[in-house]
């Protein structure tokens, strides 16, 4: 489990995991680990790794725990940290996404932690200017860290992640957290089933390790985590989705479907969870489920990302 001293992530930008190798999604675990201690410790929290350090976090689409988690893991970490969300900023007034990433840039800041409807805008920000890009998500295309906070909860039950089988559930088509997950989870060894309506999963997902189901009895047999995602009802073309009824009795992860699993199996939403459709609330609250716990890992998994990418990871 050491990192390798070689594999730094110092001055990049994280715009999807495609690019990754297990080596520094290893590094980002292992780094996260010593986050979380200093997290649960109680007392002092700031760190100084990223003292005069400026970080925005610029979101365009809504968000509770990711800006939250990013937010505070920058603070906790001695930077100074501003939210801009589009709502409340000039983004109202039409200002276009070059014109307010440059003006960011103009006031020098350090990172840029973004959340943007289109797919690639993450990466078009990392073409236009120079502080460190972040990708909090961007439309259904990626969303890293959410995949690597999957991860680090993962091994955090289980011990290990190569092996282990997991079923992904419900709107695969738009979601950016399964694409990240697909390639997080392969790449370290994981065996990645994905189910839906037919309507919601990719039509093309030709992928080494990855299999995709119709139905989720099959894919949640014997499985060691189930992810379930939230139905993207923003991102839905109408005729997609069956009724809310329809898809919950069908699809929906509840105490009686959970038998089919591993009898340790992990449960895990990267929230926020529409209860009653894809997730039971008996589910969401059993001893199995890590949904809450994903929050507190994702301040962590934050933390090593910032430190990762403007401080090294050196202390
Ligand atoms: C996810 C997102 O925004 O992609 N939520 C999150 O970051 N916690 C998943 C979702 O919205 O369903």
New binding site residues.
């Given amino acids: 489990m050491e990192t390798n001293s070689a594999v730094s992530l110092l001055g990049r930008s994280i715009v999807a995991l495609e690019n990754f190798s297990a080596t520094e999604i290893r590094l980002v675990l292992n780094t996260a680990r010593k986050m979380k201690q200093i997290i649960r410790r109680g007392g002092e929290k700031k760190l100084p790794n990223l003292r005069g350090k400026a970080i925005v976090n610029l979101f365009y689409e809504p968000?509770t725990?990711?800006r939250t988690s990013f937010e505070l893991a920058g603070k906790y970490l001695g930077a100074d940290v501003v939210s801009i969300t589009s709502g409340t900023s000039s983004i109202v007034k039409g200002e276009s996404l070059r014109d307010t990433l440059r003006m960011i840039e103009a006031m020098g800041v350090d990172a840029i932690v973004m959340r943007h409807k289109a797919e690639g805008a993450a990466d078009f920000a990392t073409q236009v200017v120079k502080p460190i890009i972040i990708n909090a998500?961007d439309g259904a295309h990626a969303?890293p860290s959410?995949a690597l906070l999957d991860l680090f909860t993962i091994e955090q039950h289980k011990g290990r992640l190569a092996g282990l089988k997991v079923a992904i559930v419900g709107d695969i088509l738009h979601s950016?957290?399964a694409r990240s997950d697909v390639y997080a989870m392969t790449k370290m060894g994981m065996e990645v089933h994905l189910a839906g309506p037919k309507t919601l999963l990719p039509r093309f997902f030709d992928f080494d390790g990855v299999t995709v189901h119709e139905q989720v009895d099959e894919a949640i047999a014997g499985a060691n985590v189930i992810n379930v995602?939230?139905i993207?009802l923003e991102r839905q073309q109408a005729g997609l989705f069956p009724s809310t009824r329809e898809y919950a009795r069908v699809f929906g992860i509840n105490d009686d479907r959970l038998r089919l699993a591993d009898d340790d199996v992990l449960i895990l939403h990267?929230?926020?969870q529409n209860k009653g459709l894809e997730i039971s609330s008996e589910v969401t609250y059993c001893d199995r489920s890590a949904i809450q716990e994903q929050v507190q890992n994702g301040v962590a998994v934050r933390m090593a990302l910032l430190d990762l990418t403007l401080n090294g990871g050196g202390s």
């Fill in positions: 968000s725990r990711t998500g969303h959410q950016r957290v995602l939230r993207q990267p929230g926020p």
